[in-house]
């Protein structure tokens, strides 16, 4: 257990770099770099509050970028899980459909894109099935390698107790398989944003896609970098959501640590 | 001689088909008879198919060959948990339920009336000394009161029969000790069957009425032990002049085992399971 002086130590130490790196970021930015094709920080700051925050069609934009990735991120989260527990339930169902999976899974998906949006259209909907399509594979693979990695002691402990097969996967492969199915929920956040956001920089009407690439294409680099930090804030609070619901539902991790520190000294 | 609760004849267990290459005889031909209230001991090289024998007697597996009655009724292949209850390691806490969760599920799935479960999962945990840790989780507790709390989840269940898989495995040697004496006394209390599965000589010398000595692949009963005293033992019966003596007669007659076991396992062909 690390020492409370320690780690704000840590703490200290990590927002020195930060400041640093912004104070390198700043310099270079005002006095050296193309105006052109960088901004200095306080210039990215004064695009948000000027070029940014007064337009509401751009707040539109980022508002709908939001549902976007909420509804692609709830599709893969149902429909993940849904399949990870049919393919992982018996040892007999993910040899017959896990190859499916990750055959699927190795495609490269950004190939796929012009296609996506053939079949979608140039709205949110080509946006949300692209997002989907990113997210879903890492929720059913770990799902899938969560009920795998069961421990065989586990299950033959429960199986001499007489726990029928609906028990069994109740109480000991649903609940071992929560951490997996966590870590396939963080990384499937993070796909469902990658495949949201390269959707609509590939084509957009009005979107965050849009926007950025009128902001590129007029070396304009102020307020593109303000929405590229607009979009780095979406994405952190997705993650923080999901960080803080694996923190409330994992067993386990629901205990204080501080019993845990006088049990075991 | 008192009536048997375990009756084992002519088991054998095989891995595989006979005749492929990678075919195991675990267990060759046994038969033994545990006598109600009898603890016995299972004691050999790793490998020679001490959990097997477990594991057949608690029904976990289908014997190739052979039958195993327990308490009058035929086990083949599916457990009895009204009658049987098995301890394994301490790793056997689920770890995402607490030690009182613990208790319920194990009691759940015994089919134990719900109104029961705490009564007893608290009167287990009193006798090992563990009722302040109920609400605690497996890996908030130390590896010796791990297995205190298994042990007494494995009690709790009250049944007349009780498999010891290498309970002490993981736990350092003045862990186990102590741990050997409370399961003396808790069990000379209770009257259960018990049979016990290590490799430790000391624990087998220091718990069993009789110890079964097996010899390396295909397992097969090499010699049974008697060890006369009552029981709860005392610390003392360690340092009587018989407890060597029996200790060292276990010693030989498993030093040829164990040689031919590590033999076996320098050549892939036999090694695994």
Redesign the interface.
């Not at chain 2, 689920?94 to 607490?98: I, L």
């Not at chain 2, 759940?108 to 089919?111: I, L, R, S």
């Given at each position: 257990m690390m020492s409370s002086s320690r780690s704000s130590l840590a703490f200290w130490l990590r927002l020195v770099l930060v400041a640093f790196i912004f104070a390198a970021l700043e310099i270079y930015g005002r006095f050296y770099a193309d105006p052109a094709f960088m901004s200095p920080p306080s210039g990215i700051f004064r695009a948000f509050v000027e070029r940014i925050l007064p337009e509401p069609k751009i707040i539109e934009a980022l508002f709908l970028c939001v549902l976007q990735i909420a509804a692609a991120y709830g599709l893969s989260i149902l429909f993940g899980t849904l399949t990870g527990l049919l393919v992982g339930a018996t040892s007999f169902s993910r040899s017959a459909f896990f190859p499916i999976v990750l055959l699927l899974f190795a495609i490269p998906q950004v190939s796929l894109l012009p296609l996506v949006i053939l079949f979608f259209g140039l709205g949110p909907a080509a946006k949300i099935a692209f997002g989907f399509s990113h997210g879903v594979f890492p929720i059913i693979m770990n799902v899938v390698a969560g009920m795998r990695d069961v421990k065989e002691l586990h299950l033959r402990a429960a199986r001499s107790m007489g726990a029928s097969r609906s028990e069994t996967i109740r109480h000991v492969i649903l609940p071992h398989a929560v951490p997996s199915l966590f870590t396939g929920l963080r990384l499937g956040m993070t796909m469902t944003l990658l495949g949201v956001i390269l959707a609509e920089l590939y084509v957009s009407t009005g979107g965050v896609g849009y926007y950025t690439r009128l902001f590129a294409e007029n070396y304009n680099p102020a307020p593109l970098f303000a929405l590229i930090g607009c979009l780095a804030v979406i994405a952190i609070l997705f993650n923080e959501l999901v960080r803080l619901a694996e923190k409330r539902l994992t067993p386990g991790l629901r205990r204080s640590a501080a019993l845990t520190n006088l049990v075991k000294e | 001689m008192s009536e048997s609760a375990i009756s084992i004849r002519n088991v054998s267990q095989r891995y595989g088909d006979a005749g492929a290459p990678d075919s195991v005889l675990a267990l060759d031909d046994i038969s033994l008879e545990v006598r109600k209230g009898e603890f016995v001991c299972l004691l050999g090289p790793s490998g020679c198919g001490k959990s097997t024998l477990l594991?057949v007697i608690?029904?976990?597996f289908k014997p190739t060959s052979g039958t195993c009655h327990v308490a009058g009724r035929l086990v083949d292949g599916s457990?009895h948990?009204?009658k049987?209850?098995?301890v394994?390691?301490e790793?056997?806490l689920?770890?995402?339920?607490?030690i009182i969760e613990n208790f319920r599920?194990?009691l759940?799935?015994?089919?134990i009336p719900q109104s029961e479960w705490d009564d007893r999962a608290m009167q287990a945990l009193k006798a090992v000394g563990m009722s302040s840790?109920a609400s605690?989780?497996p890996?908030?507790?130390?590896v010796g009161?791990r297995q205190r709390v298994n042990m007494a989840r494995g009690i709790c269940?009250e049944t007349d029969i009780l498999l010891m898989d290498e309970p002490f495995a993981a736990l350092d040697e003045q862990t186990r000790m102590v741990l050997g004496e409370d399961l003396s006394q808790l069990l000379a209390a209770t009257g259960k069957t018990i049979v016990f599965v290590t490799h430790s000589l000391a624990e087998a010398v220091f718990l069993s009425d009789r110890i079964v000595v097996m010899s390396a692949r295909p397992g097969k009963i090499k010699t049974i032990i008697d060890v006369n005293e009552a029981h709860p033992r005392s610390p003392d019966f360690m340092l009587e002049p018989r407890f060597s003596e029996l200790r060292n007669e276990c010693y030989a007659l498993l030093r040829d085992e164990i040689r031919s076991t590590m033999a076996a396992q320098r050549d892939p062909q036999s090694a695994g399971a």
């Open positions: - | 594991n608690g029904g976990l457990p948990p009204d049987i209850a098995f394994f390691q790793s056997t689920f770890p995402w339920y607490s599920i194990a759940k799935f015994q089919g840790f605690h989780y890996d908030q507790l130390s009161m269940v």
